[in-house]
């Protein structure tokens, strides 16, 4: 354990999050439908409280596709109303489930009015998890293992005669590493596990009409069946990474590939407890054959001090952004031929309508958010405590962005994770930018966008990992 002397207290909370059954739902330009048409599996907000002297922080899991950054700070600002923690000491992350509700209006008309009032229960079951998870804060120690797991595949693919789309590419990066971090009571028995992979939760696809967590869920419910405590997912950095099988309409296809993942995170985090990190000697007990026993050890990492950072890292951004004006003009063109499509029985345009129009409410997005402007604010979140680091971003960040940042990080255990704290827009690197894809093409940022991000990213963890070792180092002086 740390010199530090006290331990690491963490707690968790949980509430389910189901919205009304025929909302607004999906998020494809290929479907047919607007409004959901059951719940398949319950949706989950989840959340884990770490805690140190008067230093609080919590982070939540949300099963969602999306958390707009308003929608991350009208959460954020729910859990501080009614933790009194402050603002930065607060994570939300999404699962990015593609098929729970619509985050934001688009061409969807038809059980839209319903998700305003969702978002806001969503809030406040979100501040009613992070208080059950504060309140039960207990000592803990840290363990941390790796693992890998198949399900995904890099999905940037293109034809022979030059046209992209979105797939399996097994010739492109792929980040198949499972990372788990896994908390026990002082007593050695789970408290929760936190797991970090790097997937589109895309296994649901456009002719899926059920509210389903995707195979983030799956996997959680595998977990906490097999150790008994709750389980934790942060969504990895899985901009160009998709499922091995893919925009389905089958719930038995996400729920088979979550448990391949869930058996792995399993694995690895019983492993941690199971398999001894080394043993000492005691005896030869005398038997038909010579007996020896051994202790076994099982290392648990340092896990202080936790520190944590809420900061903005300014980026390049591309030239030749969207107009408002046009992509608006675009989007309500296409939801008029949409209208006109349906009343006239016409599938084809239906068909036609609804992708275009999709296409143009991102461009309409993009314009808004970004417009007139030559760079942006990433959000960027950390916390440390230990030897572990969370890093979050507001962005969906390509595979490679956090294999660097994980390979570059002078903490042993760095799990990096987009779709943190709201959500930008892709950030591809400067490679893949230059192929161009549907990736690349909705991207506000510039070339060396990506570079930019983890040169800073690094620097930050540098940073607290001096300062870390700086606390540790007087702690030592005064023992």
């Known amino acids: 354990m740390s010199r530090l002397g006290q331990h690491l207290l963490a707690g968790t ?3 389910c999050a189901n919205p009304p059954p025929n909302i607004a739902h999906g998020g494809w330009g290929a479907q047919k439908h607007e409004q959901a048409e059951g719940i398949d599996m319950d949706l989950w907000t989840t ?20 958390l707009t950054n308003d929608r991350a700070d009208q959460i954020r600002r729910a859990v501080s109303q009614a933790t009194g923690l402050p603002l930065q000491n607060i994570r939300a992350s999404a699962t990015h489930t593609h098929s729970g509700p619509t985050p934001y209006r688009s061409w ?18 979100s501040a009613e998890a992070a208080n059950e998870a504060l309140h ?18 890099n999905r940037r693919c293109v034809t022979a005669q030059g046209e992209r789309f979105l797939g399996v590419n097994p010739e492109g ?22 797991a970090n992979y790097a997937c589109h939760a895309t296994i649901m696809g456009p002719g899926n009409r059920l509210i389903t967590p995707d195979y983030p869920g799956a996997a959680k419910r595998v977990v906490e069946e097999a150790l008994g405590c709750r389980c934790f997912f942060l969504q990895g950095s899985a901009g160009d990474q998709g499922p091995v099988q893919g925009f389905q ?3 038995a296809v996400y729920r088979q590939l979550g448990k391949v993942l869930g058996h792995e995170i399993s694995k690895v985090a019983l492993g941690l407890r199971s398999i001894p990190s080394s043993s000492r000697f005691r005896e030869v007990v005398p038997s038909g054959a010579p007996l020896g026993m051994f202790d076994p050890e099982f290392a648990a990492l340092a896990s202080m001090p936790l520190q944590v950072l809420d900061c903005e890292i300014n980026v390049p951004l591309r030239e030749g952004l969207p107009e408002r004006g046009s992509a608006e003009q675009k989007l309500e ?46 959000r960027t979140h950390v916390i440390t405590f230990g030897e572990v680091a969370l890093v979050g971003c507001n962005i969906e960040p390509f595979c490679e962005i956090g294999m660097a940042i994980k390979r570059q990080s002078p903490f042993p255990v760095t799990l990096m994770s987009g779709y943190t704290n709201g959500r930008m827009a892709y950030m591809p690197t400067a490679e893949e930018w230059v192929k161009g894809g549907y990736e690349v093409e909705n991207s506000p940022f510039g070339k060396e966008a990506a570079e930019v991000l983890i040169t800073q990213i690094v620097a930050i963890l540098n940073e607290m990992k001096r300062t870390a070792n700086s606390d540790e180092s007087r702690a030592s002086e005064r023992e």
Not at 136 to 153: D, M, Y
Not at 177 to 189: A, F, H, S
Not at 358 to 371: E, T
């Open 108 to 125: 969807i008309e038809k059980g839209f009015e319903m998700v305003e009032p969702w978002f806001e229960d969503l809030a406040r079951w």
């Open 47 to 66: 959340a884990v409280a770490m805690a140190h002297g008067d230093k609080r922080v919590v982070v939540l899991d949300v099963d969602i596709q999306i």
């Open 136 to 153: 039960n804060l207990q000592p803990v120690e840290v363990r941390a293992g790796r693992g890998q797991c198949l399900i995904n595949a």
């Open 333 to 378: 063109l296409w939801k008029g031929k949409l209208k006109s499509a349906r009343e006239a029985g016409d599938a084809k345009g239906v068909t036609e309508a609804i992708y275009m129009a999709r296409r143009a409410d991102i461009q309409l997005r993009m314009a808004d958010d970004f417009g007139g402007k030559t760079s942006a604010g990433v």
């Open 249 to 251: 309409a089958d719930p």
């Open 13 to 15: 909370g949980r509430r």
């Open 173 to 194: 990066a792929c980040d198949h590493e499972v990372i788990v971090v896994r908390l026990d009571g002082l007593n050695g028995e789970p408290m929760a596990v936190i």
